[in-house]
C-alpha cells in the first residue's frame, strides 16, 4: 500500500528540504519520491539532511514537468498554505483527506505534490488535483517549513492505512486522460464557436474543476471524448450548410 502512494516536490530550491523530506517519508515508510525541475543540486547538503534516507534521494526520479510526475497516477492531491481560489480544487481536511487517499491508494498509484519554497503550487499545478489539503496553523503564524510539511502530511497518512483506512474505491481515469479530456473539450469548444478563439481560458478552467469533482472512470472519459470527436467531425458540415444558405 504505500508504494503506491508517490510525494512530488515541485521546483524545490533548498538541497537540505529534499534530503530532509526524504528522511521524512522513510520514517513513515513511503519510498516514492519524484522531483519535478528541482532548483538546487542533490548533493552533499541533501545527503546529509537525509541522514539514513539517502538511499531515497540517490533513487528519487528527477522530471521536466508535472505530466511525467503524475504519469500513472490516478488520485492527486496538492498542499497549500494560502487559501484556495474560486477555481481551484476542493479544500479539505487534511485528516480526512489522508484517510480518502489511502482508500484511493487500495485501487491504484495516487500522488501528494508539494509547492516551491517561496510560493507554493502554481494554478497550472492546482488544476491537477482531485483535492487540496492545507494543514491546519496558528493564524498568525502560518509558514511551514516543506521538509516540516511533508512530515505531518506523510504521519497522516501513515495513521489513515494503519487504521485500516481501505474502502475500496471505484476506478478512476488516470490523471493524464482526464488533462486530455478537458483539452479536447477546449479545442471542441473553441472550433465550434461555443467559446470565441481569442478568449481567456475560463471555461477550460470550470471543466477541469468539474472533471476533479466528478472523479471520473476510463469508460467515462471515453465517452466524453467520443462524443466531442463526434461534434469535430459534424462541425465542418454544419458550417458548409450555413455558408450554402447564405
Not at 20 to 45: H, I, N, T, W
Not at 92 to 111: F, K, M, W
Not at 121 to 143: G, H, K, M, Q, V
Not at 184 to 200: E, L, N, S, T
Request: proline share 5%; aromatic share 4%.
Amino acid at each position: 500500500m504505500p508504494g503506491s502512494i508517490r510525494f512530488v516536490l515541485v521546483e524545490t530550491s533548498h538541497p537540505g528540504n529534499v534530503g530532509a523530506a526524504a528522511r521524512a517519508m522513510k520514517v513513515m515508510g513511503f519510498d516514492d519520491l519524484v522531483l519535478v525541475d528541482p532548483q538546487c543540486a542533490l548533493e552533499s547538503e541533501a545527503k546529509a539532511r537525509a541522514s539514513g534516507a539517502v538511499d531515497l534521494v540517490r533513487e528519487a526520479r528527477v522530471v521536466a514537468g508535472l505530466d511525467a510526475a503524475l504519469e500513472g497516477v490516478r488520485y492527486v492531491v496538492g498542499t497549500s498554505a494560502r487559501a484556495h481560489r474560486r477555481l481551484g480544487p476542493e479544500l479539505v481536511d487534511l485528516r480526512s483527506g489522508a484517510g480518502a487517499l489511502a482508500g484511493e491508494a487500495g485501487a491504484g498509484n495516487v500522488a501528494v505534490l508539494f509547492g516551491p519554497e517561496r510560493t507554493g503550487l502554481d494554478s497550472a499545478a492546482l488544476t491537477r488535483c482531485n483535492r487540496l489539503w492545507r494543514i491546519p496553523t496558528a493564524e498568525d503564524y502560518a509558514s511551514l517549513n516543506l521538509a516540516a510539511a511533508v512530515q505531518v502530511v506523510a504521519y497522516e497518512i501513515r495513521q489513515a492505512l494503519g487504521a485500516g483506512v481501505r474502502a475500496e474505491a471505484p476506478p478512476v481515469a488516470p490523471a493524464e486522460d482526464v488533462a486530455g479530456l478537458c483539452a479536447h473539450f477546449d479545442r471542441v469548444a473553441r472550433g465550434v464557436g461555443y467559446v470565441a478563439a481569442d478568449a481567456p481560458r475560463r471555461a477550460l478552467q470550470r471543466v477541469q474543476r468539474l472533471a476533479r469533482r466528478a472523479r471520473l472512470e476510463p469508460s467515462e472519459v471515453k465517452l466524453l471524448r467520443g462524443f466531442l470527436s463526434a461534434v469535430e467531425k459534424q462541425a465542418p458540415q454544419e458550417r458548409r450548410r450555413a455558408d450554402d444558405e447564405t
